[in-house]
């Protein structure tokens, strides 16, 4: 089956840097844009950042962009978040998330586009 894994968050102070990573088993990963997501406490999912299947194009949210960096290792079926100048605002629990890009199943800032899902991984920035 579809497993994607987050791993890397934890807490960092203001200004700080994490590097997230996504590792995906049980699907064709070039064939899958990737995004990133994250939810914050009493807030919804709202869309980070994503990757097309290649690695070629990357789309970010308007909050981010600048301070993070999404890439991808398909070779090793992996997806990454490099996330430099933290701000409290960024705490969240951050999701990876895979979108088949062999159908159009709605734009890569949607939820509800993509196909799987990992399980989280906590980040937290003190101010």
């Known amino acids: 089956q579809v497993q994607l894994v987050e791993s890397g968050g934890g807490l960092v102070q203001a200004g700080g840097s994490l590097r997230l990573s996504c590792a995906a088993s049980?699907?064709?990963?070039?064939?899958?844009?990737m995004g990133w997501f994250r939810q914050a406490p009493g807030k919804e999912r709202e869309f980070v950042a994503a990757?097309?299947?290649?690695?070629?194009?990357?789309y970010y949210a308007d909050s981010v962009k600048g301070r993070f960096t999404i890439s991808r290792d398909n070779a090793k079926n992996t997806l990454y978040l490099q996330m430099n100048s933290l701000k409290p605002e960024d705490t969240a629990i951050y999701y990876c998330?895979?979108?088949?890009?062999?159908?159009?199943?709605?734009?890569?800032?949607?939820?509800?586009?993509?196909?799987?899902w990992g399980q989280g991984t906590q980040v937290t920035v003190s101010s």
């Open positions: 998330a895979g979108k088949n890009s062999l159908y159009y199943g709605g734009p890569y800032y949607a939820t509800t586009a993509y196909d799987y």
């Open positions: 049980g699907l064709t990963f070039n064939n899958y844009y």
């Open positions: 990757i097309t299947s290649g690695g070629g194009r990357t």
